[in-house]
């Protein structure tokens, strides 16, 4: 039987137990939730990078964030809260 230093979470304490190393797991998908006909998906990415040079900078870190949002008269309405600012002109 396999110990537990085998097994590829075990492996992973093992090395973060260590404190050389901080270990990333992958996420798990989570399932499709309904919308509406008039709601939309938005995606925010963030680029963290070594400087703003684009021909010697390196990309550190990507960040992504997915929303739902739909239009509406009072302006941009997200899920869990209002968009402060107004939409685009009608």
Do not use: C, Q
């Not at 075990?10 to 309904?34: F, H, N, Q, T």
């Not at 925010?44 to 990507?62: A, C, P, Q």
Request: hydrophobic content about 35%; charged content about 30%.
């Amino acid at each position: 039987m396999a110990g537990v230093a085998e097994t590829s979470e075990g492996m992973a304490k093992a090395l973060e137990a260590s404190g050389d190393y901080r270990i990333l797991r992958r996420l798990v998908p989570r399932p499709p939730e309904p919308r509406s006909a008039d709601t939309r998906i938005g995606l925010i990415i963030d680029l963290e990078t070594t400087s703003l040079d684009t021909s010697r900078n390196e990309v550190l870190e990507i960040a992504a964030v997915k929303f739902a949002y739909s239009e509406d008269p009072l302006g941009y309405r997200f899920r869990g809260g209002e968009f402060r600012g107004k939409g685009p002109a009608a």
